[in-house]
């Protein structure tokens, strides 16, 4: 009897525990969220235009006049929503149509009409659908999962110590699909089929891949069907009694095919986003995508979770030599919806530190490897194991939330590498061996990267390069350009002369010190423009892609390093140049000393400083300690700007 009270308590105390902390984890993220200025990230025009669309016409599509009720729906946004980019359809009623049916906007709806009655600024509506959608989901889990306290409290702890923080203040759907899955994860545990299928199905209104999530479990539904047919019964009479409750079942399934009806009734197909072959058809293979959606360093699931990656895969070694099929069940469907989504080949597309799939797709993962682990290890000292291993892994992962901002990856940016990627390239090159698009993507600071031109080239925050992207036809540009400071270049010259006609990596150790060295022809101006573009041969670090009228330094500091054959004793650096939110702090150093220091409003930039003599190195390296990101602003950009480059010559002094 006292062992039952004493149980009693702990299950009291732990559950406690659980409500406390979930009503402490809503207050801080609320909290977090109306500190935050709320820009539209993502595809947020498709996710908010329905908003104003439904409550101005009663359509999911987009005219002229929604937009001018979307203005006044959401004032903050209304200098970007001119700029709109939607699936570019026409609907058979008229009217544009998003990229993705809008279930999630419809639940954004009443906090809208809420925050606006309060007259409170709406365009918080979104977060906190985002925050309200992710503790429903908890709830459900604390009070639904027919698992022991302590495992909920697991995965309690897994699944809001999470990358899905940095998505709470997106305006799309990311997070209502992680919180719809985690429903139909413990519906689905619990053989509660129907809900399973309703909630699948709600998360699949929005990406179709995740209805192959439905598909297993249909299948999983009809072997427990043909497993429980008693022997006395003949299959005739089993059928005839379960037809009414299999056909119910089954049109739970119903919702997650509305999009799929809707948009072949306006557009002929499908899925809209199927629709374009260039989102098919890319130069990586889907193994390949699959394997960085894995394993990258940036966006994959194993810079968040790595020791539960590590759990996985010895758990599936013990499930497969065991026959264990429960645990087969939940990392195939974890892997086919990788495998699904994988197909689009628009990988490096915009996102806040892990990929905007991978961030819903590992709550298959989680639930797998939590649910499953007590079955498959028995021993209680591997039990503790494994248990510490999760535990450590919530405190990685708190830490590198924290370490790229919890407000949506603000240390981050999608077209730069991450700092744990990056951390990695400049100690160990050798271990991050990227897709080439995603090299090239997060090198030239440009959406997507798949059209390229190698080289491409890495540099760590010393100056010297750590990675190469090239193929047999950059040989003599690499040779001629970069060499080592310590003047043995043999190690250079035989990795360069080994490349062959299919592009590869050299990774470059740090002792040989290779950096970029280019011949500067004194006069010769630089441009920055994307139409005559000639800078980038002395460009190391720090700036942005090129645009029509210049570019955009990216960061706080910006380096170039080059050589001359000037005989003058001082040269003069002229850059024309604007700034970035009415005026700059500049400071310029030119081989470590500094040369200009002072608060700069845009226009003619001019310094002098003593030239190190013909063929020595030049390196001159702009700090820009108020750089700011137009996001502070509202936009859907997570650059830092601080200069805004058109032209850039240097000259010996007169």
């Given at each position: 009897m006292n062992n039952v009270i004493r149980n009693f308590g702990k299950k009291i105390n732990l559950n406690s525990a659980m409500l406390i902390y979930m009503i402490i984890y809503a207050v801080a993220m609320l909290f977090l969220s109306s500190l935050c200025t709320i820009g539209l990230t993502g595809e947020g025009d498709d996710y908010t235009l329905p908003v104003a669309s439904i409550l101005n016409r009663r359509s999911f599509n987009i005219l002229p006049e929604d937009v001018a009720y979307y203005k006044k729906l959401f004032p903050r946004w209304s200098e970007w929503i001119d700029a709109y980019s939607l699936s570019g359809y026409i609907a058979k009623g008229g009217g544009e149509m998003p990229w993705y049916f809008p279930i999630y906007a419809i639940c954004c709806i009443p906090f809208t009409v809420f925050l606006k009655f309060l007259n409170f600024p709406t365009e918080f509506?979104?977060?906190?659908?985002?925050?309200?959608?992710?503790?429903?989901?908890?709830?459900?889990?604390?009070?639904?999962?027919?698992?022991?306290?302590?495992?909920?409290?697991?995965?309690?702890?897994?699944?809001?110590?999470?990358p899905i923080i940095f998505y709470f203040n997106w305006t799309s759907a990311e997070t209502f699909i992680y919180a719809m899955l985690i429903i139909a994860c413990v519906a689905w545990y619990n053989k509660w089929y129907k809900r399973a299928a309703i909630f699948v199905s709600l998360a699949g209104m929005l990406n179709p891949t995740i209805m192959s999530i439905g598909i297993i479990m249909i299948i999983h539904y009809m072997l427990c069907w043909i497993k429980g047919k008693e022997e006395k019964i003949s299959w005739g009479l089993y059928i005839k009694g379960s037809i009414l409750k299999i056909f119910s079942y089954g049109?739970?399934?119903?919702?997650?095919?509305?999009?799929?009806?809707?948009?072949?009734?306006?557009?002929?197909?499908?899925?809209?986003?199927?629709?374009?072959?260039?989102?098919?058809?890319?130069?990586?293979?889907?193994?390949?995508?699959?394997?960085?959606?894995?394993?990258?360093?940036?966006?994959?699931?194993?810079?968040?979770?790595?020791?539960?990656?590590?759990?996985?895969?010895?758990?599936?070694?013990?499930?497969?030599?065991?026959?264990?099929?429960?645990?087969?069940?939940?990392?195939?469907?974890?892997?086919?919806?990788?495998?699904?989504?994988?197909?689009?080949?628009?990988?490096?597309?915009?996102?806040?530190?892990?990929?905007?799939y991978n961030v819903w797709g590992v709550v298959l993962l989680i639930f797998g490897v939590c649910l499953c682990k007590n079955q498959l290890v028995h021993k209680i000292k591997f039990k503790r194991i494994i248990n510490a291993l999760l535990v450590v892994g919530v405190f990685w992962t708190m830490c590198i939330v924290l370490w790229y901002g919890?407000?949506?990856?603000?240390?981050?940016?999608?077209?730069?590498?991450?700092?744990?990627a990056e951390y990695v390239?400049?100690?160990?090159?050798?271990?991050?061996?990227?897709?080439?698009?995603?090299?090239?993507?997060?090198?030239?600071?440009?959406?997507?990267?798949?059209?390229?031109?190698?080289?491409?080239?890495?540099?760590?925050?010393?100056?010297?390069?750590?990675?190469?992207?090239?193929?047999?036809?950059?040989q003599e540009y690499l040779m001629d350009n970069y060499v080592s400071c310590t003047g043995d270049n043999k190690w250079w010259k035989q990795k360069v002369h080994s490349l062959t006609e299919k592009e590869s990596y050299i990774s470059v150790p740090p002792k040989y010190a290779i950096e970029k060295l280019p011949s500067y022809n004194i006069g010769e101006e630089l441009l920055f423009g994307l139409k005559n573009y000639n800078a980038g041969d002395y460009i190391i670090s720090g700036m942005s892609e090129q645009e029509d009228w210049g570019t955009w330094t990216d960061g706080r500091e910006m380096i170039m390093r080059f050589q001359t054959s000037s005989d003058s004793d001082v040269l003069v650096g002229k850059i024309k140049c604007s700034v970035y939110n009415e005026k700059q702090k500049i400071l310029i150093y030119v081989n470590g000393k500094t040369v200009y220091n002072n608060e700069f409003e845009g226009g003619a930039l001019q310094f002098s400083f003593s030239n190190p003599g013909k063929g020595e190195v030049i390196e001159i390296r702009i700090e820009l300690p108020n750089a700011i990101s137009p996001s502070v602003f509202g936009a859907n950009d997570q650059r830092l700007f601080g200069l805004g480059i058109t032209t850039m010559v240097f000259e010996d002094d007169k």
């Open positions: 509506a979104f977060p906190y659908t985002n925050i309200m959608v992710i503790c429903i989901s908890f709830i459900v889990l604390v009070k639904c999962l027919k698992r022991p306290e302590t495992e909920k409290a697991l995965l309690l702890a897994i699944l809001s110590v999470n049109m739970c399934y119903i919702i997650g095919i509305i999009p799929m009806i809707y948009n072949y009734y306006n557009m002929g197909h499908i899925n809209l986003t199927a629709s374009h072959s260039e989102y098919l058809t890319g130069r990586e293979t889907i193994l390949e995508r699959l394997l960085a959606y894995l394993l990258d360093l940036n966006y994959g699931i194993i810079a968040y979770y790595p020791l539960l990656l590590i759990v996985a895969a010895l758990l599936s070694v013990v499930a497969i030599k065991n026959k264990k099929v429960d645990y087969i069940i939940w990392g195939g469907t974890f892997l086919i919806n990788m495998l699904l989504y994988s197909i689009i080949t628009h990988i490096n597309c915009g996102m806040s530190g892990i990929a905007r919890p407000n949506v990856a603000s240390n981050t940016q999608y077209t730069s590498f991450t700092p744990l390239l400049d100690k160990a090159p050798g271990i991050y061996n990227p897709l080439h698009s995603t090299f090239s993507s997060r090198i030239n600071h440009v959406d997507g990267g798949y059209d390229y031109e190698t080289p491409i080239v890495y540099t760590a925050s010393d100056g010297y390069i750590r990675k190469v992207l090239a193929s047999k036809k950059d």
